[in-house]
């Protein structure tokens, strides 16, 4: 399947990892889109260019579900978009370096929802751990490896 698209939900994805996917779009000729409800900062490229949605309760997950094509790439931490990527036959890839597929997805949301009914029974369950230079070098391997198995078109 071709890669015609990266997107990014960018409203909460580290810069570093923002600036791997600069450089990679720019060297595979492929469009990067930034989804996210608050204007950022984007490179000067034709390849490159950011979407501004309203704000609120999964806005940008939704602009992007809603235009992905299958065999699209998706960076995102957030699960159940990445579900919804993989069932529109897209690519998700968290930021920490994980590829969601079908083999794992299931996994990840029932473990989201644990999460977040433990959190709603008043549980602290703290926050994602930051985003360390072992996270940086997984997902710059990861997201190699998967551009280097698609055929690239523009």
Avoid at 19 to 30: D, Q, W
Avoid at 49 to 63: E, K, L, Q, R, T
């Amino acid at each position: 399947m071709k890669l015609t698209h990266i997107w990014i939900d960018a409203d909460a994805c580290p810069k570093t990892v923002k600036e791997m996917l600069y450089r990679a779009a720019e060297r595979i000729g492929v469009k990067l889109i930034l989804v996210a409800n608050q204007p950022l900062y984007t490179p000067p490229s034709p390849l490159i260019s950011s979407v501004i949605v309203p704000g609120g309760f999964d806005v940008a997950d939704d602009y992007i579900a809603d235009n992905l094509l299958p065999g699209d790439l998706v960076i995102t931490a957030d699960i159940p978009l990445a579900a919804a990527v993989i069932e529109k036959g897209g690519f998700a890839l968290n930021p920490r370096g994980e590829l969601y597929t079908t083999e794992n997805i299931s996994e990840r949301l029932s473990v989201r929802d644990f999460m977040a009914e433990l959190r709603s029974g008043g549980v602290e369950t703290g926050g994602p751990r930051p985003l360390g230079k072992g996270d940086r070098q997984a997902f710059a391997n990861q997201l190699d490896r998967f551009l280097s198995q698609r055929t690239i078109v523009s």
